[in-house]
């Protein structure tokens, strides 16, 4: 078989070149978010967080949309998009498999009651938008990367084409996933609020808009309640002051037709479409999922694109006015890393053995699996056969931090924000050396036999 470390021009590259060829990507981006965290600096305050917020919201309704709609738009044909159907398929089994871990974290390590099935989903959800994205777009830029001439574009297209699947899941399993435990919702109740107004007095850590800013006016009239627990827990079990009569929330009245409906409608039933219509599915609809839909639309239809994309096109003035704006998404998406990182972690109540766990199944244990999966799906012919961008984003999946916005849905269901600050913020730390690892890994062992 070929040698992996064989470039184009038949010149061998030295195993030192090889190395240094995979790092190189990593120290970019390390430059990059050092830079952020200077300029966010406490002592130096070269830009506030409120600075930081405004480039967030500029990240996501302008740079990142017009990256996605750019690069996703030129390669996305009907074709690709049924050859492609791995990507977003390796995203709910990324997250399965994470979900495992992070149970086995949970039991292993024994976090705090009210932190299990924050324990879960912050081992389970990782980064799979703004993060692969700029080591995509650091990889392309480096002269000897393996990826060919359209390793940006195809690099950019195979990260967007997995972000819709991810969205669903934030919306559906991590939204709910992440509701503040029952339990710990009443002793609150109970207590006047002292734990609920303690966590309302702690600055909002700019980790709640780096990733998905705007997301705290989505808040919903149940949005900070555990509401699937109060919906299906035994009544026998639960003091009724504090549950809501969620069927008076459903119904007008003893004589509406929706009453009536109830009357014969199996509860179980009924208790799945309460939870699925307060499930704040509609929001999934945000610039940078519009992008991606727009340009998958307008990809398959020959037509379409040919109006928009092709090099003479009658819309190509648009198009390369998106590009340009395109440019500066990396570099201000690590910008924002940086300067989240420079607020440092919040005070958590998680407990130092839950963080090395999470930490450790998340950006070593995970990758290892990530590797068989990848192996078996080769084996399997399920990639595109001869493309190693397409198999680097997906292990690139299994490889990430846990995702940031996680810290937001934290923010939305009023659980967690500080734990969940904290530990993003010793994740990206760890994340330095664990990326670095698994890149050589990937360049050097794993990609020239998938």
């Known amino acids: 078989m070929e040698s992996f470390s064989v470039l184009s021009d038949g010149n061998v590259k030295s ?6 060829t995979a790092v190189e990507p990593l120290l970019k981006v390390l430059s990059l978010t050092i830079i952020g965290l200077v300029l966010a600096h406490p002592k130096l305050q070269v830009l506030t967080k409120t600075t930081f917020r405004l480039l967030s919201k500029l990240v996501f309704v302008l740079f990142l949309p017009c990256l996605i709609f750019t690069q996703l738009g030129q390669s996305i044909t009907l074709e690709n998009f049924i050859l492609w159907w791995f990507i977003p398929v390796n995203v709910v089994i990324s997250t399965a498999v994470g979900c495992i871990l992070g149970y086995l974290v949970a039991i292993i390590c024994r976090p705090p009651p009210q932190f299990f099935r924050f324990t879960i989903i912050m081992t389970a959800f990782g980064n799979t938008g703004n993060l692969p994205l700029a080591i995509v777009g650091s990889v392309c830029h480096s002269r000897k990367h393996p990826f060919g001439a359209n390793c940006h574009t195809n690099g950019v297209s195979y990260v967007s084409f997995a972000q819709w699947v991810a969205v669903i899941l934030v919306y559906t399993l991590v ?254 730390v760890f994340a330095i050396f664990s990326l670095s690892l698994y890149i050589i890994i990937y360049y050097n062992l794993v990609l020239p036999y998938v």
């Open 175 to 428: 939204y709910h996933m992440m509701e503040p435990p029952l339990k710990y919702y009443e002793i609150v109740e109970e207590g006047d609020e002292i734990e609920e107004v303690n966590a309302n007095n702690l600055s909002t850590p700019l980790l709640v808009e780096a990733e998905w800013p705007g997301m705290e006016d989505k808040e919903t009239e149940h949005c900070k309640t555990p509401l699937i627990a109060r919906v299906f827990a035994s009544i026998s079990n639960i003091s009724q002051s504090t549950i809501p009569d969620f069927g008076s929330l459903q119904e007008g009245g003893p004589n509406s037709p929706k009453s009536i409906r109830c009357l014969v409608e199996p509860k179980v039933v009924r208790r799945i479409r309460i939870v699925a219509e307060k499930t704040p599915i509609q929001h999934i609809l945000q610039p940078p999922t519009v992008a991606s839909l727009l340009a998958i639309i307008i990809g398959m239809v020959p037509q379409l694109k040919s109006f928009v994309f092709d090099y003479d096109a009658p819309l190509s003035f648009i198009t390369d006015s998106f590009s340009i704006l395109a440019g500066a998404a990396v570099p201000f998406v690590l910008l924002i890393l940086g300067g989240m990182l420079a607020e440092g972690p919040l005070e958590s109540k998680l407990g130092i053995r839950t963080v090395i766990g999470i930490s450790v199944a998340r950006l070593l244990i995970l990758p290892l699996i990530g590797i068989g999966i990848t192996l078996l799906a080769g084996k399997m012919n399920f990639l595109v056969p001869g493309d190693l961008m397409y198999r680097f984003v997906i292990l690139l999946q299994y490889t990430t931090p846990s995702a940031i916005l996680l810290g937001a849905i934290a923010s939305v269901r009023g659980y967690a924000v500080s734990e969940a600050s904290a530990l993003l913020f010793w994740q990206h």
């Open 15 to 20: 195993g030192e070149e090889d190395w240094l």
